[in-house]
């Protein structure tokens, strides 16, 4: 499945005009259990830019790039900008525990800050061959 549809699919319920999607995301396909994966949490990761950081703005958005060197990985970055101040919290939650182990047991990873200027996170997964 391709990785734009996931994110199409997943998204479109937030309002695809709030979300950039990089046109080097074109063409990248993941495994079905991988999308599934990434369904959760690309979901997880919306529904907090409502909640918390820039989708809770009229003026905010989130902007999903390739990663650089990810020609044989499905690695993305995800950003949002426009939002309220960021604090970052040592407080753990469930969804911060979701967003940390969805991919793990398919060979991916996420890893994010809680930047003033917005919310980060780095996603890495295998591709499909």
Same mark, same amino acid.
């Given at each position: 499945?391709?990785?734009?549809?996931?994110?199409?699919?997943?998204l479109?319920p937030?309002?695809?005009?709030?979300?950039?999607?990089?046109?080097?995301?074109?063409?990248?396909?993941?495994?079905?259990?991988?999308?599934?994966?990434?369904?959760?949490?690309?979901?997880?990761?919306? #529904?907090?830019?409502?909640?918390?950081?820039?989708?809770?703005s009229?003026?905010?958005?989130?902007?999903v790039t390739?990663?650089?060197?990810? #020609? &044989? &990985?499905a690695?993305?970055?995800?950003?949002?900008?426009?939002?309220?101040p960021?604090?970052? #919290?040592?407080?753990e939650?469930?969804? #911060?525990?979701?967003?940390?182990?969805?991919?793990?047991?398919?060979g991916?990873?996420?890893?994010?800050?809680?930047?003033?200027?917005?919310?980060?996170?780095?996603v890495?997964?295998p591709?499909a061959?």
């Amino acid at each position: 499945m391709e990785l734009v549809e996931v994110m199409g699919k997943t998204l479109a319920p937030f309002g695809l005009g709030r979300f950039s999607l990089d046109e080097a995301l074109q063409g990248v396909s993941v495994r079905d259990e991988i999308a599934a994966a990434m369904g959760l949490l690309l979901h997880e990761m919306a #529904t907090n830019a409502v909640k918390y950081g820039a989708l809770s703005s009229a003026k905010g958005k989130v902007v999903v790039t390739r990663a650089p060197a990810s #020609t &044989n &990985n499905a690695d993305f970055e995800w950003r949002e900008e426009g939002g309220p101040p960021v604090e970052p #919290t040592s407080r753990e939650g469930f969804g #911060t525990r979701l967003m940390q182990q969805v991919l793990r047991s398919q060979g991916g990873s996420v890893r994010f800050e809680f930047e003033p200027q917005g919310f980060r996170a780095w996603v890495a997964c295998p591709a499909a061959p």
